[in-house]
């Protein structure tokens, strides 16, 4: 994620329109989008620690390819190869959180989880933004690709953990030819995906387009690194106090909460007077991202059946990867055909009906006592 808002920036530089950079940047999720689900199937059948080989060294490849070929059509190749790296590591590593958690410490185990995600794209954008000012974009994806390859030699090192026996209900489902619409029939499991849906508009609507909102207020690639990083790091804080909100308001009303201060904070941000009132809407954001998203795998893992885990993040997936897919081309052509400014006024309109829809999954009347008896019974 750190080189998100490189690649707007740097298709941006080389002449991309806000359509193109669109195109560009939906190519992320594009196959991600048609796999997931089938790849979240494999993993569950495989160690955990071969598809985190996988993905790691695939979105290396991924992510050195426009350092290596500084021109368009490597940030297409290279969107390509990267979200599909991405998908496979995040499936496995989710799941390896799965699979070393119990019901009592599964909570814990995804917001450490989400906690080194929060540091990487604090890092990351921060590391991105003063490579390219410094040096140039070429030298910036070489040199994430850099910290990509040590981490991925670190994975090695992590302890293996075999797949988890599945249950006979849950294999005879799988075999049925609408495997994946039985786990929508959990209430839970709708709620968790609507809200990982709106959390990924409103984080790729930032990555995207908020460096080229940065450019029209004549801001550098530092400056602009440097507030994606205070994104990043608020998500990083919040995760601290994030047991504790939870045990003060309950999931869905903090995820609710969630959606109302993200979507203040995109209304805000096209007016901001000053650099430290962006400053303050930006970590705003990233309080909401940041609480959002680990709240939305907890809430897909508590949903999931045994043995099928992999397979239900990959539906969270394939829904996040539809939304990753949709939004940038969209929201583009609404940038070239009406601004920016009108654009995020627009996605904060879009959040506002998705929470909405979230109420209504969360009133189901049927809601919770369904989703135990769904899960015991499959």
């Not at 794209?121 to 974009?137: C, E, K, Q, R, V």
Request: glycine share 10%; with cysteine; net charge neutral.
């Amino acid at each position: 994620m750190g080189t998100r808002p490189t690649v707007s920036l740097f298709a941006y530089d080389l002449g991309a329109s806000a359509t193109h950079i669109g195109l560009i940047t939906s190519l992320f999720s594009f196959f991600p989008l048609l796999f997931a689900i089938r790849l979240g199937k494999k993993i569950d059948y495989l160690h955990s620690k071969l598809a985190l080989i996988i993905g790691g060294y695939l979105g290396v490849a991924g992510i050195a390819l426009p350092g290596i070929f500084p021109n368009i059509y490597s940030l297409y190749a290279s969107q390509i190869i990267a979200g599909s790296a991405q998908t496979i590591f995040i499936l496995a590593a989710q799941d390896y959180v799965g699979r070393i958690s119990s019901n009592k410490n599964r909570s814990k185990n995804v917001s450490w989880f989400s906690l080194g995600v929060g540091v990487g794209m604090f890092l990351g954008p921060l590391t991105s933004g003063f490579a390219a000012d410094l040096t140039n974009y070429q030298m910036a994806f070489l040199m994430l690709a850099g910290v990509g390859l040590i981490g991925s030699i670190i994975i090695s090192f992590i302890p293996d953990e075999p797949p988890i026996e599945r249950d006979k209900n849950a294999n005879g489902i799988e075999n049925s030819s609408n495997s994946f619409m039985k786990l929508l029939h959990i209430p839970s499991l709708r709620l968790a995906l609507i809200f990982s849906a709106l959390v990924l508009f409103s984080r790729d609507l930032y990555m995207t387009f908020f460096p080229l909102l940065g450019v029209q207020f004549e801001y550098s690639d530092s400056v602009i690194g440097t507030f994606i990083a205070i994104n990043g790091l608020a998500g990083v804080i919040i995760r601290f106090y994030l047991s504790r909100l939870i045990t003060i308001l309950g999931s869905t009303k903090l995820l609710t909460v969630t959606m109302l201060l993200m979507i203040v904070a995109l209304v805000g941000l096209p007016f901001s007077p000053s650099l430290v009132v962006t400053g303050i809407l930006v970590f705003f954001l990233g309080v909401g991202l940041g609480i959002g998203a680990p709240l939305s795998i907890t809430l897909t893992l508590e949903s999931t059946i045994q043995g099928r885990s992999a397979e239900t993040l990959g539906l969270r997936l394939t829904v996040n990867r539809m939304t990753q897919v949709a939004t940038p081309l969209l929201l583009g052509a609404v940038a070239s055909a009406m601004g920016l400014v009108s654009m995020f006024i627009i996605s904060a309109c879009t959040i506002s009906l998705g929470l909405g829809a979230a109420f209504k999954a969360s009133k189901d009347p049927n809601g919770s006592g369904d989703n135990n008896e769904e899960v015991n019974d499959n």
